[in-house]
């Protein structure tokens, strides 16, 4: 049973494969049929086609049909429109999707063709995202037209987001030459790329195409010209579907169209179709005039400096001699959109279809011209310093090669400015950041720009010169326009810098003295200041050519000399006597020129002997001691400047003096305490140690004497060759004043020996002081030096001296002896001045402890503030000090009209030297009437705010002054008024006008008539 069914299985596979090889053969047989019948058919077709003339037939139509549609794609820049057999979208705006040009003006008349719509090849790039479609950013801002050029000129370059077809200055309206499915796409192969030959296209692909546009306008356009019903009697079984299939191939130098059209042929029972094609080449470079067209587009759009018109013949661009351009400039006069586009025709007279050469033409859209990015590479577009001139040489480009016209608006054409030199200086930090803030605008047309000789010559550029007022930052607007009105447009920031005004001025280190006074002796401080705003000073030259003097700083202050030495100072300072013509000048740098000095500044300065510095309370040097208090916190200070020092030897008349005494010092003490050097304080060699003592009578020092009262005093004189050093001869002796009785008592020996010792007070013209009230620290000479223990009991005793001795304070003098017994005896000289000086010291008051507005420290000089019952003021009068003192009213003397004014005040320092805690001394505080209203006004004198800066000079540096200033306190000041404003002058002669000082014979308009006034001593005429 196994083996009959193994033996079943292989007869039914071998049937399976009987039926298959049945099958195979059966189907073989069909394609050999069918290919045969095709091949038949064929032949049928070809005979029918040679029979009938259907070839040649189809052929003249195809020809036909052909140049009317390269031809008219041609004329409308790369479309052929549906309402025409084309494929693209028919326009519907004149002067937004076409123009209309009258082809019969400049050629023949071809067909239906003499008016055409002609497309546009470049639009104006509107895309936001790409370019600023509007100024004054347009079409980038802050950008110039070189770098425009380069971002954009390459194709293969995705500008700020912009495809490979748009440029800054316009994108491709022109539709593409090729289809990407069409005959000439990438990569092509085949039976057409071997033997035509043809090449891809340069400018890309895309749908609708001008060989799509052709092939559809081709086949609509040969269903109309071809007509097969006229060979529907042929005989051959044979008809053909009009239906026809076309296919444009382009190569450089022609291009090759097919038509394919279905022919149905009948063979026995079969039907049979057979495509039957239809070839026709023409020698026609439209290719290459297309691409020639893109070509011109692409750099038109693309790099401003192209020109069509003039840059056609390229040959890298795919131009030769048998092409030549034209161009129509407005050529629609009644498009109202369009009016102002121009239109390209490019003619090729090696492709000739019927008879006239090839005409490609395309339309440009006017677009706006653009203006070249105005700048200078800094902070602001144009820098410039005052008193120079700016010059604006705008450069636009239109890129329609129109021509365009500049005008300016704004700063200077619309109106003019003037900068805010006070509001700048008080907020400088913010003047500095924003300095269009202090700019103050007024709407008055000046038409600066516009009115320029440099803009009447050219058109364009324009000019103007600034001055101190232009100061500041500024806006200008510059305009680049078209014949259609389509502008460009900068907003130019111009930033006008200021040139340093040197305002030099010195000073001496004395209050007392006026600091136009120096001296061959003492240290001069030059003082450099600098009105300058925007541009920094590098350095500060001063030059006294008189004594050659030349010193460059970037200090404001220069000291002279520098470093300083009381001793060899004359050596080194100033070596002329008379009037110093001393300059200032300021280095600083300008953006044109690089680092520039200003015209040198001069100030007057008079140089002297020497200079009668008055200090009473110190000798000069080297014996000077100098003690200040501060009136504020009662602390004393002690300055080792030897110049602030008395000038004992410089008399007022600024001249060195010799003979007279400019050192006196007198101590007292035992003789005991006179020989024993090392006791610091009493008879000691310093400050002269190379002076020997000269005692008169030595043999009268006895054993007794030691207990003596002995003076010694040291005498040093001017020796007429410095003023404020004392260094002449030299003189000392030391005398017995008096001897003192020894009184034995069971206790040990007591004496009543004078005050203690010390120094005199020097401010009284070197004498012996009268003896007065000191405070006794209850140590005898004796119990000090000689061993006794004795002392007197009184807190204060008087002075045993007689005439002869001094008093180290108190209020009032008096005389006095010793009993003998340990206690003084008051003898009173005047029982009416002092009857005891224990109770009559008088307590000095301050009316104004009680006041609510003041500080309790004699800070307001306007009232009664009684310290001993006496105020002072006082004149410097040649170097001397004349003083008035009244109980009440605080002046200063009526002459003091001519001389430097200073108001002092004395008041109670709070210091107690005695145990009834009165306030016995006063200090003193000197006030300066040009640094307070109330002191000018105080001293009689008139607080002005404005004058000349530099009263008592030449007049130099004239101008308002930012604080407050006292007129007639100082030589050389004169109150003067006009019109209700006033000012401090320093002459008589001058004249003023909104507070400022106008020399004689300078001119100014002070009142409503147009014409100016001059100043005629005082008065203006």
């Not at 001795?805 to 003998?820: M, R, S, V």
């Amino acid at each position: 049973m196994v083996g009959k069914r193994g033996q079943f299985t292989i007869f039914i596979v071998l049937g399976f494969v009987l039926i298959a090889a049945f099958a195979f053969l059966l189907f073989a047989r069909g394609l050999v049929v069918q290919e045969r019948l095709k091949l038949q058919a064929e032949m049928v077709v070809q005979e029918a086609i040679r029979s009938n003339n259907i070839n040649f037939y189809v052929k003249s139509c195809l020809e036909r049909v052909t140049d009317d549609a390269v031809y008219l794609l041609s004329l409308q820049g790369g479309k052929l429109y549906e309402n025409q057999g084309g494929s693209w979208p028919n326009p519907v705006d004149v002067g937004k999707d076409y123009l209309i040009s009258n082809l019969s003006a400049s050629f023949y008349n071809i067909s239906f063709y003499n008016y055409t719509n002609i497309s546009y090849g470049i639009k104006p790039n509107l895309n936001s995202s790409c370019v600023f479609p509007s100024p004054p950013n347009y079409p980038l801002a802050n950008t110039s037209l070189d770098i425009i050029k380069r971002e954009y000129h390459n194709k293969s370059i995705l500008a700020n987001s912009c495809d490979f077809y748009t440029g800054a200055l316009g994108v491709v309206s022109l539709p593409k030459l090729c289809d990407p499915n069409g005959t000439n796409r990438l990569n092509a192969s085949g039976h057409n790329a071997s033997f035509y030959r043809f090449g891809t296209c340069k400018f890309g692909y895309d749908e609708n195409s001008a060989q799509e546009q052709l092939q559809t306008y081709i086949a609509n356009a040969l269903e109309i010209c071809v007509d097969f019903s006229v060979f529907e009697n042929i005989g051959y079984n044979v008809t053909v579907i009009n239906d026809p299939d076309s296919t444009v191939t382009f190569s450089n130098k022609y291009f090759v169209a097919n038509v394919s059209y279905p022919f149905k042929v009948k063979l026995g029972r079969s039907m049979i179709t057979i495509d039957q094609g239809f070839e026709l080449k023409k020698n026609i470079r439209l290719k290459q005039v297309y691409e020639y067209a893109q070509a011109l587009i692409e750099q038109e759009y693309k790099d401003i400096h192209f020109n069509i018109e003039n840059d056609f013949r390229n040959p890298f661009l795919g131009w030769d001699t048998k092409i030549s351009l034209v161009r129509q400039v407005n050529p629609c006069i009644d498009c109202e959109a369009g009016k102002f586009d121009d239109i390209f025709q490019i003619v090729d007279n090696e492709s000739l279809i019927r008879g006239h050469p090839l005409v490609f033409q395309f339309a440009v859209k006017n677009r706006a011209p653009v203006l070249d990015w105005i700048d200078f590479g800094q902070r602001y577009n144009v820098v410039v310093k005052e008193g120079r001139e700016i010059v604006i040489n705008p450069f636009g480009k239109d890129p329609d090669e129109n021509i365009v016209f500049y005008n300016y608006s704004g700063w200077m054409e619309h109106f003019n400015s003037t900068f805010d030199e006070i509001g700048c200086s008080q907020d400088y930090e913010a003047c500095v950041v924003n300095p269009a803030l202090y700019v103050e605008n007024q709407n008055f047309v000046v038409r600066n720009w516009s009115s320029s000789e440099l803009y009447r010559e050219t058109g364009r550029n324009a000019s103007y010169r600034t001055s101190r007022k232009d100061i500041g930052l500024h806006h200008t607007l510059v305009h680049v326009v078209d014949d259609q009105g389509l502008e460009d447009y900068q907003n130019v920031s111009i930033m006008v810098y200021d040139v340093p005004i040197a305002v030099p001025s010195g000073r001496n280190i004395y209050e007392n003295i006026g600091n136009r006074n120096a001296s061959k002796e003492d240290p001069y401080i030059l003082d450099a200041k600098a009105l300058s705003y925007f541009t920094g000073v590098l350095e500060f030259e001063w030059r006294d050519e008189w004594e050659g003097y030349l010193n460059r700083t970037d200090k404001n202050e220069t000291p002279i000399p520098d470093p300083v030495n009381i001793e060899d100072i004359n050596t080194k300072n100033f070596t002329k006597v008379g009037t110093h013509n001393i300059t200032l000048s300021l280095k600083y740098f300008d953006e044109y020129d690089g680092v520039q000095w200003t015209t040198p500044t001069m100030m007057l300065v008079e140089v002297h002997q020497c200079l009668p510095h008055r200090n009473p309370n110190t000798a000069p040097y080297p014996y000077h001691y100098i003690e200040t208090i501060d009136s504020y916190d009662d602390q004393i200070k002690v300055e080792n400047n030897p110049f602030l020092a008395d000038h004992t030897c410089c008399n007022d008349n600024y001249e060195i003096t010799d003979g007279n005494i400019c050192y006196y010092f007198e101590e007292y003490g035992s003789y005991k305490s006179l020989n024993d050097l090392s006791v610091d304080g009493r008879f000691s060699e310093i400050p002269f140690p190379d002076v020997n003592y000269n005692i008169n009578n030595p043999n009268y020092i006895v054993d007794e004497s030691d207990n003596d009262i002995w003076m010694r005093n040291f005498t040093r004189r001017c020796d007429g060759t410095r003023g404020n050093i004392c260094q002449g001869d030299r003189a000392q002796e030391v005398i017995n004043i008096t001897g003192c009785d020894d009184f034995t008592l069971d206790m040990p020996d007591e004496r009543c020996s004078g005050p203690p010792i010390q120094n005199p007070d020097f401010s009284i013209e070197f004498s012996i002081n009268n003896p007065g009230c000191a405070e006794y620290d209850e140590t005898t000479f004796e119990a000090e030096f000689q061993g006794g223990t004795g002392s007197c009991n009184y807190t204060e005793v008087c002075s045993t001296l007689g005439n002869g001795g001094f008093g180290t304070g108190g209020d009032y003098f008096c005389n006095a002896t010793c009993d003998g017994f340990g206690d003084c005896d008051k003898t009173i000289l005047d029982v009416n001045f002092c009857d005891d000086c224990t109770l009559l010291e008088e307590n000095a008051n301050d009316a104004e402890e009680n006041s609510q507005t003041c500080n309790n420290n004699g800070d307001c000089p306007e009232r009664a503030t009684p310290c001993y019952g006496s105020k002072e003021g006082r004149c410097d009068i040649g170097g001397c000090y004349q003083q008035t003192q009244t109980t009440n009213i605080e002046t200063c003397p009526n002459d003091c009209s001519s001389f430097d004014c200073v108001f002092n005040e004395y008041y109670p320092t709070n210091v107690h030297p005695d145990t009834r805690n009165r306030k016995e001394t006063c200090f003193l505080k000197e006030y300066n009437p040009d640094v307070t209203q109330r002191t000018c006004e105080t001293c009689g004198q008139i607080w002005t705010a404005g004058g000349q800066g530099t009263i008592g000079g030449t007049g130099t540096g004239r101008g308002d002054l930012n604080e407050g200033y006292c007129c007639g306190d100082d030589a050389n000041e004169y109150y003067l008024s006009y019109g209700g404003t006033s000012a401090c002058c320093d002459e008589t002669s001058d004249c003023v006008f909104n507070g400022i000082c106008y020399e004689d014979g300078d001119g100014e308009n002070v009142d409503a008539d147009p014409a100016e006034e001059s100043c005629n001593t005082g008065v203006w005429w």
